[in-house]
């Protein structure tokens, strides 16, 4: 069973960045698209990048010009940067096969 795992969450301050990462267990990613979402408390799930296998990508507008989904043969990555206390959630990878994994809390805070 293929088990998605996200790393790299923290706190920072508005203007920060932060590198998330996600891996698998059980297979690996090269060959899946990989999808990130975010959510915020009280709020629904918030689908905002994609990466296919041949690494095009498509980004939401809530984020476009501030992150950058990018990958290698084993993990996908989404860089923050220019992060707003509205970016604050936990942030969760899937892939094309709807394996999804158990998030990453990001706060955005002074």
């Known amino acids: 069973q293929v088990q998605l795992i996200e790393s790299g969450g923290g706190l920072v301050q508005p203007g920060g960045s932060l590198r998330l990462s996600c891996a698998a267990s059980?297979?690996?990613?090269?060959?899946?698209?990989v999808r990130w979402y975010r959510q915020a408390p009280g709020q629904q799930r918030e689908w905002i990048a994609m990466?296919?296998?041949?690494?095009a990508t498509i980004y939401a507008d809530s984020v476009k010009g501030r992150f950058t989904i990018s990958r290698d043969n084993a993990t996908v990555y989404l860089h923050m940067n220019s992060l707003k206390p509205e970016d604050t959630a936990v942030y969760y990878c899937s892939d094309s096969h709807g394996s999804w994994g158990q998030g990453t809390q990001v706060t955005v805070s002074s």
């Open positions: 990466i296919t296998p041949g690494r």
């Open positions: 059980g297979t690996i990613l090269s060959s899946y698209t």
